[in-house]
């Protein structure tokens, strides 16, 4: 009878100590994710800070360039010809035009009025050259 008490106590006393480990097994691991977390969350706050940073460069690149835009505006502001404007504003490029020449020879129009026949450009370049005065 005492041996079945004795082995009962140690069963006991072992499924304690097993049951302990098991759980201080399970508390580390808690403890290593939460470090994680928290270094995510440190990770998180620093490419926040990061891209706020990036935007604000971003602003003043675009700032330094719409000034610089302004700036250098002034000098282009007298074009050679419609023809110089249309290529070096990106709208058109030679072998348009040309086919517009053709176009506006064959029916006897100015190159801006085949152009805007041909939709080759909108309304709006329309009569933007049209107060430029480009020929």
Not at 33 to 53: F, G, V
Not at 55 to 64: G, H, N, Q, S
Not at 78 to 105: C, H, T
Request: charged share 35%; net charge positive; proline share 2%.
């Amino acid at each position: 009878m005492i041996y079945i008490l004795i082995l009962i106590t140690l069963g006991a006393i072992g499924t304690i100590l097993i049951c302990k480990s098991i759980a201080t097994g399970f508390e580390s691991k808690a403890a290593l994710l939460k470090e994680k977390e928290q270094l995510i969350i440190m990770d998180q706050n620093e490419l926040r800070r990061r891209r706020k940073e990036l935007k604000k460069e971003l602003e003043e690149v675009k700032i330094a360039q719409k000034n610089q835009e302004k700036e250098v505006s002034p000098i282009q502001s007298a074009p050679k010809g419609l023809k110089d404007w249309l290529v070096d504003s990106g709208i058109l490029d030679f072998p348009q035009i040309k086919r517009a020449e053709k176009y506006a020879d064959e029916k006897n129009l100015e190159l801006i009025s085949a152009l805007l026949t041909l939709n080759m450009i909108t309304v709006d370049t329309y009569e933007s050259v049209k107060k430029m005065k480009l020929k």
